[in-house]
């Protein structure tokens, strides 16, 4: 739900919105970072059968691993929870910009043990509740015309994984150019926007004749 424009120049417009979509948001970055990391300690044990003799991971490297095999046993299951530290990255590339500090001082009691791992459903609920204080997220929207400043502004958070303290997050992008749903959603919205200017303009001119 869009609110206020806070900026409008030659080349993007800055808009604030209520995001009511956040929830279904800390659910898809944690299963996507999740993934990443299941996929990494995949590799790395492929990596280990390969550098050994006898082509076996010892015990200690595959209790956290995900296999491709059928021979899924409770010690090389793919991880269902993320480690403290790596919440941690996720939350910020979420954009709370939060301290460690910060993120200390009440992640222990959605932690699930001694190690503080945490699940998808908790992960949800650390952020809704004490992140964002149990209420909608408040976003900004920045429209751009020019497509390559519009990559040399996404581009760099990406690679670099920019903390969200130092640097606005990017939650979300779309491209009008690749798709056609948000082209005719944004056109739609612009129509919708130039009605309720005009209305507001003829009101004005009312009230004062």
């Known amino acids: 739900m869009m609110k206020d424009v806070v900026h409008k120049g030659l080349n993007n417009v800055l808009v604030?919105?209520?995001d009511l979509q956040s929830?279904?948001?800390?659910?898809?970055?944690?299963?996507a970072f999740l993934s990443k990391?299941?996929?990494e300690k995949q590799q790395k044990e492929a990596e280990g059968k390969d550098a050994s003799p006898e082509g076996i991971v010892s015990a200690e490297e595959k209790k956290d691993v995900l296999v491709t095999s059928n021979d899924i046993t409770l010690e090389n299951m793919p991880s269902q929870f993320l480690s403290k530290e790596k919440a941690f990255h996720v939350v910020n590339l979420l954009g709370f910009g939060v301290s460690e500090d910060e993120f200390n001082a009440?992640?222990?009691k959605w932690a699930h043990n001694e190690e503080h791992t945490i699940d998808?459903?908790?992960f949800v609920g650390f952020c809704k509740q004490e992140l964002a204080g149990g209420k909608a997220r408040t976003v900004v929207l920045k429209f751009m015309k020019d497509e390559e400043k519009f990559y040399n502004e996404i581009v760099p958070r990406f690679e670099a994984e920019l903390h969200s303290s130092c640097v606005m997050s990017v939650l979300k992008r779309f491209d009008a150019a690749s798709d056609p749903q948000f082209k005719e959603d944004i056109v739609k919205q612009g129509e919708i926007d130039r009605t309720r200017s005009q209305?507001?303009?003829e009101?004005?001119?009312?009230?004062?004749g």
């Open 106 to 108: 009440s992640y222990a």
């Open 120 to 122: 998808e459903n908790n």
């Open 23 to 31: 929830t279904s948001d800390y659910r898809v970055v944690f299963n």
């Open 203 to 208: 009101q004005r001119y009312d009230e004062q």
């Open 16 to 18: 604030t919105a209520t």
């Open 199 to 201: 209305g507001q303009e």
């Open 37 to 39: 990391v299941n996929e």
